[in-house]
Nanobody, 124 residues
Framework: QVQLVESGGGLVQAGGSLRLSCAAF????????MGWFRQAPGKERDFVAA????????YYADSVRGRFTISRDNANDTVYLQMNSLKPEDTAVYYC?????????????????WGQGTQVTVSS
């Protein structure tokens, strides 16, 4: 069992930065790939970024590549999402997720555990 708690969301102007954190509670965090997803009102939950359990490989949605960076600290059971050059279209609830799947999936259905979400609002 893994419990995930996100933090770091808020209101920021376009062009600004935020860093989201996801604290994990569970014995097998360091062996799980982790992901960030986001969901805007009336839209589906979309993949943002994912990272292999070792941290050696990262994956990004085209819309955020070059602006967002996912990282993890297995010693402290935490995964991060550094978001730079934010745009109004980045506004959404951001969710942290953990998977038991082999490899690094990008579909929400492949992730087993989810946090409660944190709101990110980017004003123009």
């Amino acid at each position: 069992q893994v419990q995930l708690v996100e933090s770091g969301g808020g209101l920021v102007q376009a062009g600004g930065s935020l860093r989201l954190s996801c604290a994990a509670f569970g014995r097998t965090f360091s062996r799980r790939a982790m992901g960030w997803f986001r969901q805007a009102p009336g839209k589906e939950r979309d993949f943002v970024a994912a990272i292999r359990w070792s941290g050696g490989s990262t994956y990004y949605a085209d819309s955020v590549r070059g602006r967002f960076t996912i990282s993890r600290d297995n010693a402290n059971d935490t995964v991060y999402l550094q978001m730079n050059s934010l745009k109004p279209e980045d506004t959404a609830v951001y969710y942290c997720a953990a998977t038991s799947a082999v490899g690094v999936p990008t579909r929400p259905t492949r992730f087993d555990y989810w946090g409660q979400g944190t709101q990110v609002t980017v004003s123009s």
